[in-house]
């Protein structure tokens, strides 16, 4: 396999990123998601486990609303993100099977740290009705107060905890 | 055009994006917590300031009226509460949510680890959601926006967010020379 391309200028990625969030606002009136993929896929999947007991949360029965869990926008949106990332590591030569971690932690260590991170993302993701995507792009770029909020703490809460996981990524 | 497929080539540029800067890659999101690779704070910003540059332009212009596209409503507490749990989670797992599908679809193991962390994550708050409900629905301020907030005209935060955001590229260049 050829060498890996160069990664794009973070500057000029962001700008094409930009031109994508705007096209989202013009062509569908609303902007960016991840963290609400999950939330209606977790409500398709308590509503096929347990109807009666999705229908009576009120968290998961926003989503069963309308044209149900599984018919929901940010899926779709979702499932074009991971075809978009597969093509685009195709094309740049960077598809590879590989556990990325940091020099000083073992690939089960690592493991571990992907999932409880990412359960207590998931935690935050539900109480502030949104993430890095649907909340802080999306609500930022068109001045919403509370997705300045959540940037400012998630960035706040990143730093200080960021000396606690040090051996995992230094 | 059917939503769905508007949804699906949306989904695909977005994807693409971020793989092409290198944010299917966790080491390299962690990075900017340690401040030797500042691609997310550079990327995030410069699509910030390009789509609200944008929005607001389309909407001087009247091709864009603002006031039908969704702005995320804010509810003080829980972003900010939410917003602290969601960063220690996210140095930790070195990959965000939309960021954990593009790393696990380039074949990156933790990238599958982290969806499968954040989707529990979502499932057990899901849960037991009848404690934390009071909190959830606290401080709602609506879509409450910068300009209203700080009783600034709109086009002056615009102004002060793209001044900022220069000047912060600037002390990322910076940091990273040093780093």
């Not at chain 2, 092409?20 to 910003?45: C, E, H, I, N």
Request: aromatic share 12%; proline share 4%.
């Amino acid at each position: 396999m050829s060498t890996p391309r160069r990664y794009a200028d973070p500057y000029l990625a962001g700008v094409c990123l930009g031109f994508v969030l705007l096209a989202a606002y013009v062509f569908a009136g609303r902007g960016l998601g991840a963290s609400g993929a999950f939330a209606s896929s977790a409500a398709g999947v308590v509503a096929a486990a347990s109807p009666s007991r999705a229908s009576a949360n009120p968290y998961f029965a926003r989503y069963l609303a309308g044209d149900g869990p599984w018919r929901e926008w940010l899926l779709f949106e979702i499932a074009g993100v991971i075809a978009g990332g597969f093509l685009s590591a195709l094309f740049a030569g960077r598809l590879r099977a590989a556990v990325e971690r940091g020099p000083n932690l073992g690939r089960r260590s690592r493991l571990a740290y992907a999932f409880g991170g990412g359960a207590v993302m998931g935690i935050g993701a539900v109480l502030a009705r949104g993430c890095t995507s649907g909340l802080a792009l999306t609500g930022g770029a068109l001045l919403g107060a509370g997705a300045w909020v959540f940037m400012i703490a998630a960035f706040a809460g990143a730093y200080a905890f960021a000396p606690f996981v040090k051996r995992a990524w230094r | 055009m059917n939503p769905f497929a508007v949804a699906v080539l949306i989904g695909i540029a977005f994807g693409w994006t971020l793989e092409r800067a290198g944010l299917g890659s966790a080491p390299k999101l962690a990075g900017q917590f340690y401040l030797t690779d500042l691609t997310v704070f550079k990327v995030m910003f410069s699509a910030i300031v390009t789509a609200m540059l944008g929005a607001f332009w389309l909407s001087r212009l009247g091709i864009l009226d603002l006031s039908q596209v969704y702005i995320p409503e804010t509810f003080l507490g829980p972003q900010l509460g939410g917003g602290l749990l969601f960063g220690v989670g996210f140095v930790v797992a070195g990959l965000c949510p939309g960021t954990s599908c593009v790393a696990a679809a380039t074949g990156r193991g933790d990238g599958a680890m982290v969806m499968m962390g954040m989707f529990s994550g979502v499932l057990v708050t899901g849960l037991a959601f009848a404690p934390l409900r009071h909190f959830y629905e606290s401080t709602s301020r609506g879509s409450l926006t910068l300009p209203e907030l700080l009783r600034i005209p709109y086009g002056v935060v615009v102004c002060g967010i793209v001044a900022m955001a220069l000047i912060a590229f600037q002390f990322a260049e910076r940091l990273e020379k040093r780093a």
